[in-house]
């Protein structure tokens, strides 16, 4: 059967730089971020490739990125799409025909048209899990559309359509002989649910696919034959019924899913991703055939400020036929019940988790948000296998697949400090003739075990032999191979690596330097050799949610892993200024681990950790650091720094005006810019910013943290900005968010020294559009002196569902403006009711209009009501 495992996340604003694409995007915005990808790509279990592995990238209509990643032993090529930024890609559907596949874009406003592309098999024997990205094994390619097997036949005419569906939107259509399962391609309109193909004699099964964020989205079938003449085959969207798995929670929503039909020859047509679109399918019956359901729920309101905390993970499958009420519904009783604990290194509020079952016919990974330092409770579908991936920013883990059986079930924790490049994942260094190949892509795993990788993080490499550099590798990818050569013959080298990451972000402030440094002894070689080298982990008892220690003294426990030798733990060091000084600590143990005590003075920010160790066997030495292993009791707190003379200044969010965030439909986008000027003597490398509300170190919501792009206006100046796209009914879904937000940012000098990093460098007001009901005054007309009661009501737009919502407790004045003036003047103010409505009752003694008035406040806009001319007697 053909098996497609991907990522992605959905429903989240996204975040553009100007001009060329911005790099890693961090923070609120969460990077991994592809609906039909990972966020990283796999990586080899064992031994380092031979070469570094390829990426085949084409560029989509929508400007998205389809990267084809390689393959592995048997398996296929795996697969992943990227935005142009980096971020959220959108939602997606896609077809897998034989070694072919399609992706398109859906419910986009510009051109979208299919991509095709190849998944070229691989020879071989699989070695380990694939990892987290999409794999396709089809162990029995089909011919690839058209009239492969056939091109004798005669053919004709066929043309698709749907019928009753007011969408404008492309969509995918494709076609099966239902004897043979033979796929043929159908040429699709764009923004029209149109197709043509040319078809010879003979019985068929079409499907089509086709919707849009947070809107319906419909998978169509029909049966049909050709005989000797042209056919119209009209998909009837009528005839679909909504589709989903159903709970007897009653506090739970669907967050995300994917819905896809699998056929007899193991192809497979759906889509992924987006918010809590309702999903519609028409009933069907093809032997062999199925449809398939991932449906992730979470709480109702929940959003990624505001993460649920219990998440439901859910999976069905119809075999054969799709029933006329294809609703799975399952209680939570039957269900397997258990916890996951997520740590952080930062104060960042949320992160994220992707599952995908592990089912012969494939699966997308779904995303959810959840909370970080806390707790989410999970149901999941017992008995059936699950991938998953968390992280927030672009810290990314790998947890090891699980099974559940119904029942609760102990839990586990993720994002336990430290992060180090270790966690059982060996190492790989080996050697062919004089070239040495290094992939090390698990640099920041955590410490129960989960492999973590960073995908901003970049890596460096020094090679010394006898005090001389003999080749330097600087800025490089931390998951990407590095080939160094080395001099012929025989020789003793010390290899030191070092991995950087900001460590300035709000996710994740804990290890934000990793330094490896080896000595070995090496010859040149006519086959591939492991060297071996070893690593080293760390573990630390008592640290709190977000990686702190408590009031009681730690204990280190350090683990040197050299899996084909002799390893060895030789000392164990620890820092609380940053590296300047190291102490000793003493360490009890075996020879491979040990552990010891470290006294943390209470005024300590961040603790580094140093240990040594060998492998006994072939006498290689290992010394590894970790700054920032975890968080003193002062926490994870991070002052403003300028280091050198860089500064930034000139700080603009949407050109300083006030950001009105008005009903827009649910799954629209506001975009506006943030821009600062950034300068040193030397230049501007690069530079970031966060949008933020509440305290830095400790945030209410964070909105956007990641790359700005800087353009030099001269040798020492730089204007740097960049896009930020927000859905407020998914990225903020809280009214409470709107008012004063503030921004942080940061620049680098070209000469990698100078920093500026601030704060609260500007501010900005987030705010909901207010509207007053025309005023409506009785009775009219009205005796002199006689009572007039005025009414009205105020609402504002609502970012938890569509359109407004009422603004209670707000204060309204009445105004009146006499016949034959132009000025209004205040007559009375009172305050709004819980339904928003305004009212109140006066004596009335001349002609004129009557209005209400809403003055502006941070968090809502003026807003006056249509007038009422009231004519006195």
């Not at 796999?42 to 031994?47: E, G, L, S, T, V």
């Not at 085959?233 to 669907?254: N, P």
């Not at 990698?752 to 007001?765: H, I, K, L, P």
Request: aromatic residues 8%; neutral net charge.
């Amino acid at each position: 059967m053909t098996y497609t495992r991907s990522t992605g996340h959905t429903g989240r604003g996204r975040q553009m730089a100007r001009g060329a694409a911005a790099g890693a995007v961090t923070g609120a915005l969460v990077a991994a971020a592809a609906v039909l990808g990972p966020g990283a790509e796999a990586a080899p279990a064992a031994p380092a490739p031979e070469v570094p592995p390829a990426v085949t990238a084409t560029t989509l209509a929508d400007g998205e990125r389809l990267e084809v990643l390689p393959g592995e032993g048997a398996t296929q090529p795996g697969f992943r799409i990227v935005s142009q930024d980096g971020g959220p890609a959108g939602r997606y559907a896609y077809a897998l025909s034989g070694d072919e596949l399609t992706v398109l874009p859906t419910g986009r406003t510009g051109r979208t048209t299919p991509t095709r592309t190849d998944l070229e098999p691989r020879s071989g024997q699989t070695r380990g899990r694939s990892g987290p990205s999409g794999r396709l094994a089809s162990p029995s390619p089909a011919p690839r559309g058209g009239m492969a097997g056939s091109a004798a036949a005669a053919t004709y005419p066929v043309s698709f359509s749907v019928a009753n569906s007011v969408q404008e939107t492309g969509s995918l259509m494709r076609v099966w002989d239902s004897t043979t399962w033979q796929p043929y391609d159908v040429e699709t309109e764009q923004f029209a649910l149109r197709g043509t193909a040319s078809l010879p004699p003979g019985n068929y099964f079409a499907l089509t696919v086709y919707g849009s964020y947070d809107r319906p989205n419909y998978l169509l079938a029909k049966s049909f034959k050709v005989t000797s003449a042209a056919v119209k085959v009209t998909f009837d969207q009528a005839g679909a019924k909504e589709t989903g798995i159903r709970t007897d929670d009653g506090s739970v929503t669907r967050t995300t899913t994917a819905v896809s039909a699998s056929l007899p020859n193991g192809q497979i047509m759906g889509y992924a991703g987006g918010g809590r679109s309702q999903v519609f399918v028409t009933p069907f019956i093809a032997s062999g055939s199925a449809l398939h359901i991932h449906e992730v729920q979470g709480r109702k309101g929940a959003t990624r400020q505001r993460p649920s905390p219990v998440r439901y993970d859910l999976s069905h499958t119809f075999e054969r036929a799709v029933p006329a009420d294809p609703v799975a519904e399952v209680r939570q009783a039957h269900l397997a019940e258990t916890e996951l604990t997520v740590r952080g290194g930062g104060q960042y509020r949320s992160g994220f988790l992707q599952t995908v079952p592990n089912t012969p016919y494939g699966g997308v990974y779904l995303s959810s948000n959840v909370p970080v330092a806390g707790f989410l409770t999970e149901y999941v579908t017992p008995g059936l296998s699950f991938s998953r991936i968390a992280g927030y920013g672009t810290h990314t883990f790998e947890l090891p697949d699980r099974t559940l059986q119904q029942g609760v079930h102990r839990g586990e924790s993720v994002g336990r400090g430290p992060y180090a490049p270790t966690g059982g994942k060996k190492y790989a260094a080996s050697r062919l003739r004089d070239d040495l190949v290094l992939y090390g892509p698990f640099s920041v795993s955590d410490s129960d075990g989960a492999f973590g990788r960073d995908a901003g993080a970049t890596q460096s490499y020094r090679l010394s032999a006898d005090g001389e550099t003999v080749t330097e590798v600087t800025g490089k990818p931390a998951q990407s191979p590095v080939s160094l050569k080395l001099p012929p013959g025989q020789g003793t080298y010390e290899l030191v690596r070092t991995v950087t990451r900001d460590g300035e972000t709000p996710f994740s402030r804990l290890s934000d330097k990793l330094i490896s440094e080896w000595s070995f002894t090496s010859g040149t070689t006519t086959t591939r050799t492991d060297l071996g080298l070893p690593d080293i982990g760390f573990r630390v008892s008592g640290l709190g949610l977000r990686n702190e220690t408590g009031p009681t003294p730690s204990r280190v426990i350090a683990t040197v892993n050299a899996p084909d030798g002799t390893p060895r733990l030789r000392g164990l060091e620890f820092s609380v200024d940053g590296g300047t000084t190291w102490t000793p600590i003493p360490i009890e143990g075996s020879s491979a681990t040990a552990e010891g005590e470290v006294p943390v003075p209470q005024n300590t920010r961040y603790v580094s950790l140093r240990a040594t160790g060998s492998d006994e066997r072939t006498g290689t030495t290992v010394r590894q650091t970790v700054s920032r292993a975890f968080a003193g009791p002062a926490g994870v707190t991070l002052p403003p720094r300028t280091t050198g003379a860089t500064a930034v200044s000139g700080v603009t969010v949407n050109e300083n005006k006030p950001l009105v965030l008005d009903g827009l439909a649910r799954g629209s986008s506001a975009v506006f810019p943030v821009q600062f000027t950034a300068t040193d003597p030397s230049g501007i490398a690069g530079g970031s910013f966060l949008l933020y509300q509440g305290a830095y170190n400790k945030p209410d919501a964070v909105l956007a943290d990641g790359t700005a792009h800087c353009r030099p206006v001269d040798a020492t100046t730089s204007t740097c900005s960049g896009l930020v796209s927000l859905a407020p009914h998914t990225e903020l879904g809280d009214n409470a968010l709107a008012g004063v937000w503030k921004v942080a940012v940061a620049a680098h000098a070209n000469d990698g020294r100078g920093v500026a990093d601030q704060q609260e460098a500007g501010a900005f007001r987030m705010m909901r559009k207010a509207v007053l009901a025309a005023a409506d005054a009785t009775p009219e007309p009205v005796t002199a002196g006689g009572d007039l009661t005025v009414t009205s009501r105020l609402t504002a737009s609502d970012w938890t569902d569509e359109g407004y919502a009422a603004f209670a407790g707000q204060p309204v004045t009445l105004q009146f403006r006499q016949t034959g003036t132009t000025a209004w003047s205040d007559v009375r103010t009172v305050t709004s009711g819980a339904d928003g409505s305004v009212t109140t009752t006066l004596r009335a003694w001349k002609n004129g209009d009557w209005r209400w008035a809403f003055a502006a406040t941070p968090a809502a806009t003026a807003a006056s009501s249509a007038a009422d001319y009231v004519e006195v007697k």
